[in-house]
């Protein structure tokens, strides 16, 4: 009996012993040696902090600059810069141009090099994406998360969702979410002519209203009440990624992890029975085959029967987490896009002037439609250089699981790897002298000519993970925005203040109040 007792004790202490150096290795002697590799090398960044790294600076820089209700001047593109991603910006101008931050325990390297950014985009089985936040995973995993063939597998059945021919089919759905939210200006501005009004929570929901119509399409209705589940998702869960992040806080019943189950299961059933009706309809004949739901399922069932095996095609589970992710990923990023460039075109309202006259000379007071959209130069100049000053993702990241040569670099497996769109868009050593200034002009013969061919432009990634629904969201914008200056001309209010946070995406802190007048 002693014998047992005594084995049994040393077990545990066994155990004991090993978790506490698991720990150990973990939080102290893993990044202490990733540090010592990497500042070997000439990298640079503040020296690791037990547990927490950057975190506490970082959330401090970021709530100062947030709290300071104070109106950024637009035109100094240094201010904008170190507003928005503080902690970056600091560290680039403290360490050097590739630089290094810690996230908690983990070494996160940021480059800024061309070459080196092009390397991490194109070898997409090396450089993968890092595991996710769990609030995350609760709004957005699908093909965004994946790596490996199985990303591959789910890219190649959403691909044809996004051809421009199915693209499109969608443009009645954008122009008629358009018109709903340019009649409700209209009314507004008809007494007097013209009105103030915070343009961003209407651009929101013409954006979410978009996605909606064009993911489910004869579906919309139930659609739109289960988006609204997915909004209300996504802004529990930015609450919760903005307290310090706690390993397994995720599964205690608090009353924010409890309603955050309940809208996952609430979303889920509700996206399976409009799954499992399609797929009835789809059997006997029915269905509106033209929405990104109908297409995704056609694409599935065809690889399916092709390669006589289901696992070519995806899980109804993996179906629904693609359409949660479409809306996630397609829905304020696009609403940023529009938002930004009406923010800069009140701003510069020559740039503002000579877009309308472009979209007059194609469309008249006509409608817009899809070919005249081709001609738009000037509009099309304009989204580029917003997406350049204000791109709505602010940085992309990669982790590395093996230890890996990157350049003339020897990466060590551990570390994350952080491109920071932002600081490299705003770079004057890759933009010239006027980097931070709004100038369309510099993408008059495409995006090629402005960047030298050289991978240092990228609001929508790069290489074969460049967003899927790029094309989407530019002719979404460009509908919007051709619909606006044909029927208002726009500036800002005195009430207006410039303020761009960064919450998931880049957004207006406090609304964006705009005088509309009717034309
Ligand atoms: C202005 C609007 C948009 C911006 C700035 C944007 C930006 C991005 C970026 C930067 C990535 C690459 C992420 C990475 O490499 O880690 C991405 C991926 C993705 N985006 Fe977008 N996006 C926009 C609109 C959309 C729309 C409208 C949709 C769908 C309706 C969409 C769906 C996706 C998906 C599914 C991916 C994952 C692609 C993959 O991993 O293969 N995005 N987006």
Same mark, same amino acid.
């Given at each position: 009996?002693?014998?047992?007792?005594?084995?049994?004790?040393?077990?545990?202490?066994?155990? =004991?012993? $090993?978790? @506490?150096?698991? #720990?150990?290795?973990?939080?102290?002697?893993?990044?202490? *040696?990733?540090? !010592?590799? /990497?500042?070997?090398?000439?990298?640079?960044?503040?020296?690791?902090?037990?547990?927490?790294?950057?975190?506490?600076?970082?959330?401090?820089?970021?709530?100062?600059?947030?709290?300071?209700?104070?109106?950024?001047?637009?035109?100094?593109?240094?201010?904008?810069?170190?507003?928005?991603?503080?902690?970056?910006?600091?560290?680039?101008?403290?360490?050097?141009?590739?630089?290094?931050?810690?996230?908690?325990?983990?070494?996160?390297?940021?480059?800024?090099?061309?070459?080196?950014?092009?390397?991490?985009?194109?070898?997409?089985?090396?450089?993968?994406?890092?595991?996710?936040?769990?609030? =995350?995973? $609760?709004? @957005?995993?699908? #093909?965004?998360?994946?790596?490996?063939?199985?990303?591959? *597998?789910?890219? !190649?059945? /959403?691909?044809?969702?996004?051809?421009?021919?199915?693209?499109?089919?969608?443009?009645?759905?954008?122009?008629?979410?358009?018109?709903?939210?340019?009649?409700?200006?209209?009314?507004?501005?008809?007494?007097?002519?013209?009105?103030?009004?915070?343009?961003?929570?209407?651009?929101?929901?013409?954006?979410?209203?978009?996605?909606?119509?064009?993911?489910?399409?004869?579906?919309?209705?139930?659609?739109?009440?289960?988006?609204?589940?997915?909004?209300?998702?996504?802004?529990?869960?930015?609450?919760?990624?903005?307290?310090?992040?706690?390993?397994?806080?995720?599964?205690?019943?608090?009353?924010?992890?409890?309603?955050?189950?309940?809208?996952?299961?609430?979303?889920?059933?509700?996206?399976?029975?409009?799954?499992?009706?399609?797929?009835?309809?789809?059997?006997?004949?029915?269905?509106?085959?033209?929405?990104?739901?109908?297409?995704?399922?056609?694409?599935?069932?065809?690889?399916?029967?092709?390669?006589?095996?289901?696992?070519?095609?995806?899980?109804?589970?993996?179906?629904?987490?693609?359409?949660?992710?479409?809306?996630?990923?397609?829905?304020?990023?696009?609403?940023?896009?529009?938002?930004?460039?009406?923010?800069?075109?009140?701003?510069?309202?020559?740039?503002?002037?000579?877009?309308?006259?472009?979209?007059?000379?194609?469309?008249?007071?006509?409608?817009?439609?899809?070919?005249?959209?081709?001609?738009?130069?000037?509009?099309?100049?304009?989204?580029?250089?917003?997406?350049?000053?204000?791109?709505?993702?602010?940085?992309?990241?990669?982790?590395?699981?093996?230890?890996?040569?990157?350049?003339?670099?020897?990466?060590?497996?551990?570390?994350?790897?952080?491109?920071?769109?932002?600081?490299?868009?705003?770079?004057?050593?890759?933009?010239?002298?006027?980097?931070?200034?709004?100038?369309?002009?510099?993408?008059?013969?495409?995006?090629?000519?402005?960047?030298?061919?050289?991978?240092?432009?990228?609001?929508?990634?790069?290489?074969?993970?460049?967003?899927?629904?790029?094309?989407?969201?530019?002719?979404?914008?460009?509908?919007?925005?051709?619909?606006?200056?044909?029927?208002?001309?726009?500036?800002?209010?005195?009430?207006?203040?410039?303020?761009?946070?960064?919450?998931?995406?880049?957004?207006?802190?406090?609304?964006?109040?705009?005088?509309?007048?009717?034309?």
């Amino acid at each position: 009996m002693d014998a047992l007792t005594n084995t049994l004790a040393i077990s545990c202490a066994l155990v =004991v012993v $090993l978790c @506490a150096w698991k #720990m150990v290795n973990m939080v102290w002697l893993r990044p202490k *040696k990733l540090e !010592k590799i /990497l500042k070997n090398q000439g990298f640079n960044g503040n020296n690791y902090k037990l547990l927490f790294g950057d975190m506490k600076e970082m959330s401090m820089m970021f709530q100062h600059s947030k709290s300071k209700s104070k109106n950024i001047n637009i035109d100094d593109g240094d201010e904008v810069l170190s507003h928005v991603v503080p902690f970056p910006n600091h560290s680039k101008q403290k360490h050097g141009r590739n630089y290094i931050q810690w996230i908690g325990w983990k070494p996160r390297l940021h480059i800024m090099d061309p070459h080196l950014i092009k390397d991490i985009f194109t070898k997409i089985y090396e450089f993968q994406k890092p595991k996710l936040n769990p609030f =995350v995973k $609760l709004i @957005a995993t699908g #093909m965004l998360a994946y790596d490996g063939d199985k990303w591959a *597998k789910h890219r !190649k059945l /959403l691909n044809p969702a996004f051809h421009v021919e199915k693209l499109k089919n969608m443009v009645p759905a954008f122009h008629l979410s358009c018109s709903e939210m340019l009649g409700k200006w209209e009314k507004l501005v008809s007494t007097n002519g013209s009105c103030e009004l915070d343009v961003w929570p209407h651009l929101q929901t013409l954006t979410g209203d978009v996605i909606s119509r064009t993911a489910f399409g004869s579906s919309y209705e139930e659609g739109i009440k289960t988006f609204e589940l997915i909004k209300e998702q996504s802004v529990l869960a930015m609450e919760a990624m903005q307290s310090l992040y706690i390993p397994g806080f995720r599964y205690l019943p608090t009353k924010r992890n409890r309603r955050m189950n309940a809208i996952d299961r609430e979303v889920n059933r509700s996206v399976r029975s409009i799954i499992d009706n399609r797929l009835k309809a789809m059997k006997v004949g029915e269905g509106n085959y033209h929405d990104m739901l109908g297409i995704m399922l056609e694409s599935n069932i065809k690889e399916i029967e092709q390669h006589q095996n289901k696992t070519c095609g995806m899980t109804i589970n993996e179906v629904i987490e693609e359409c949660k992710l479409l809306y996630v990923a397609g829905h304020e990023t696009t609403s940023s896009l529009i938002v930004w460039t009406m923010i800069l075109l009140s701003r510069h309202q020559e740039w503002q002037s000579r877009a309308r006259e472009e979209v007059l000379n194609v469309f008249g007071d006509k409608d817009i439609n899809v070919d005249g959209l081709n001609h738009l130069k000037v509009v099309t100049m304009i989204f580029y250089e917003v997406l350049r000053l204000y791109p709505p993702v602010l940085e992309l990241s990669r982790k590395v699981d093996k230890d890996i040569t990157l350049g003339g670099f020897s990466l060590p497996s551990g570390i994350e790897i952080g491109l920071p769109i932002m600081l490299i868009h705003y770079d004057e050593q890759l933009w010239g002298n006027d980097a931070k200034k709004f100038n369309p002009c510099r993408f008059s013969e495409g995006i090629s000519k402005a960047t030298k061919n050289q991978v240092i432009y990228f609001p929508f990634g790069w290489g074969p993970r460049i967003c899927i629904g790029q094309n989407f969201a530019l002719l979404e914008a460009k509908i919007v925005l051709a619909n606006i200056l044909q029927r208002f001309s726009f500036e800002f209010s005195p009430s207006y203040m410039h303020a761009p946070t960064h919450v998931l995406i880049l957004q207006p802190q406090f609304g964006v109040h705009l005088i509309l007048h009717k034309l």
